[in-house]
Every structure is written in C-alpha cells, then in structure tokens.
C-alpha cells in the first residue's frame, strides 16, 4: 500500500467522525448563522478536536463569515481545512539528528501507549533511510519487556544491548550508547518502561537515565519521544502537557490512530503540549508508521 493510501485508510474512523459530521452540517447551500455555527461548534468537540482548537477555528469561520469571504456552508468545508493545516504546519518535525553519530532517542510514555511497537517501526523505517541502529533495552521492570523488544531487534536485523529484568536501567542505556558510539551507529533507541508523570521515583529514574546517556555523549539524549495513546482522544493531549512539564519532551509520537474515532485530538496538540507531532503509528505492522506530515495528514482526514 503506498503511504497516503496506508494514512487514509488508518485515518478513517476518524475521518468518518469529523470530516462525517462537518459534512452533515454543512450542507449544500445553507445559509450561514448562529445556528449553524453552534452545530458546527458541537461537531468539532465531539471529534476530540477540543475546546480551544474548536473555539479558535470558530473565531475564524466566524471573523470570514462577518467579513463577507464565507457566503454559505458550502465554502466553510475548503475554508476550515485550509485553517486546520495552516495550523498543523510545523516547522520542526524532523527526528533530530546529532551532528556526530550516534542520535540518541529516548522513549518514554504511559504504560500501553505504544513504546515499544513505535520503537520497532521506527527502527524500521531508519533502517530504509539507510541508518544503521542499536536498541537499548531500559525497561528492566516489566518481566517480558526485554523479550518483546529482542523480536523487535531481530525482525529489523539490528543489535540489542541488554540485562536481565531487575537491572540498572540507566546502565543499560549507558551501555547502548557507548556500544552504538563504538560501533560507529547512526542511532540508539532507548526503550523504557511505562510510567505516570505522577509517580515520582519513575520520573526520577527517566532524569537518570538521562544523565547516564549524556555521561557518554554530552548533548544527548537528542530526542526524548513521548508515544501518545491516541484512542484516548483528549486526554492524550492532557498527558503530554504533564509529561512534558516534568520530562522535557522533544517530539510526540501518535500511536494507535487506526484504532479511533479520536484523531481529532491531533490538531491542537502542538498548540496545546507546545511540541511538535514527528511520527504517527497507523497500525500494528512494522510498516505501519509514517512521519508527520501535515498536508498529507489533512489530505487523508478530508479525503
Ligand atoms: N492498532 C494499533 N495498535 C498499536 C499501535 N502501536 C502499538 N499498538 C499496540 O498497542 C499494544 C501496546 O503496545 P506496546 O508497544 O507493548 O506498548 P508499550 O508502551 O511498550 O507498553 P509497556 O511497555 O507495557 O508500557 C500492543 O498490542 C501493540 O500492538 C498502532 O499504531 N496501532
Ligand atoms: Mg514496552
């Protein structure tokens, strides 16, 4: 399947819901009111766009409507995903990339929200850019962790550095880093186990890993990637701002998008969480990942 065929179709639920129910209520030439701008309102919240997203992109129909450029329901469509794109456009959704090898990314997220799927494609999809990677497998906690990510590094054919469960997580990553700066790789990805922002030892030991990479490599980690469950829609973008406040995330990674209705929530999370979207998970496939891209991503919610 080519990528925006694969987009499309994992972006259909929600495609079904926002794009389904603007349609329903822009219908063919209906005259502009109050009226229509309230279910207009109504359809976007229940899309999971959420409420300043939805207010922000009322404003605007409403500021083109006053203004006389929006004459009826049939305009406001081509009118609101030119503003939605407009909004996702971000400037900064590359993976980062050190100027001296290894680029070390860390990943981080709630239990479940798609870590270590999103690890394998993304090694995965690094791999056909032609980078060479070593996983790194710091979650030591959950007894089949180490295992699940094991398959993972078979399947893309790359190294793993690992311990057994129970051991140092930060060493671990100590150990992935120094061996992907020996070997002269392009990336190490650090797997870790999942965790709330709340809990504070977790939290703590992320700070630790942290530090034990940058023993290593002083610049690093140069990517801390949060994986964001996107069946659940707003409070997806509610855990990012509070992982982000005590994490310092560098870039979302939306996972499990095929899966929802709530993809909605994507539009405002770069305003909301004040980082950008770089990757989404479309799939439990290791092919099933792309890199954000907004006009496609449009595209495929309006197609
Ligand atoms: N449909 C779909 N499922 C996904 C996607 N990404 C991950 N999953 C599924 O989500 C479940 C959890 O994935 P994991 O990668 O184990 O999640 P994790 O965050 O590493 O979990 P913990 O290590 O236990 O915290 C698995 O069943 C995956 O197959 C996706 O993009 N789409
Ligand atoms: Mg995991």
Not at 40 to 45: I, N
Not at 146 to 155: A, P
Request: aromatic share 4%; with cysteine; proline share 3%.
């Amino acid at each position: 399947m080519n990528l925006f065929r694969k987009l499309r179709s994992g972006l259909s639920k929600t495609r079904q819901k926002l794009a389904g129910g603007l349609k329903a209520v822009l219908t063919l030439g209906r005259s502009i009111d109050e009226n229509l701008l309230e279910e207009l309102e109504e359809s976007l919240l229940l899309a999971d766009v959420g409420p300043a997203t939805t207010d922000n992109l009322l404003e605007a129909v409403r500021g083109s409507w006053k203004a006389g450029d929006l004459k009826t329901a049939d305009d406001v469509l081509p009118f609101l995903k030119r503003e939605i794109l407009e909004r996702l456009t971000q400037h900064d959704n590359g993976l980062a990339h050190a100027d001296t090898a290894p680029t070390v990314v860390l990943v981080c997220g709630v239990n479940g929200s798609g870590k270590t799927t999103s690890i394998g494609k993304l090694t995965k999809w690094l791999r056909k850019q032609g980078h060479t990677v070593v996983l790194g497998a710091s979650d030591t906690f959950r007894a089949a962790a180490v295992e699940q990510l094991t398959i993972w590094s078979e399947r893309n054919d790359v190294e793993i550095v690992k311990q057994r469960t129970g051991s140092d997580p930060a060493a671990v990553a100590f150990d992935a880093v120094q061996a992907a700066k020996a070997r002269e790789r392009d990336y190490v990805i650090i797997d870790t186990a999942g965790r709330l922002h709340t809990q504070e030892n977790l939290m703590q030991e992320l700070g630790k890993i942290k530090r034990a990479v940058a023993k290593v490599i002083p610049d690093a980690p140069h990517e801390v990637l949060l994986v964001l469950d996107a069946t659940t829609g707003q409070n997806a973008v509610r855990q990012a701002q509070l992982f982000h406040e005590v994490a310092e995330v560098t870039g979302l990674f939306v996972a499990k998008l095929d899966g929802t209705a709530k993809g909605g929530a994507v539009l405002g999370i770069r305003d909301a969480v004040g980082v950008p979207v770089k990757f989404i998970g479309v799939g439990e496939g290791i092919d099933d990942v792309e890199p954000f891209d907004p006009a496609a991503f449009t595209e495929a919610l309006f197609a």
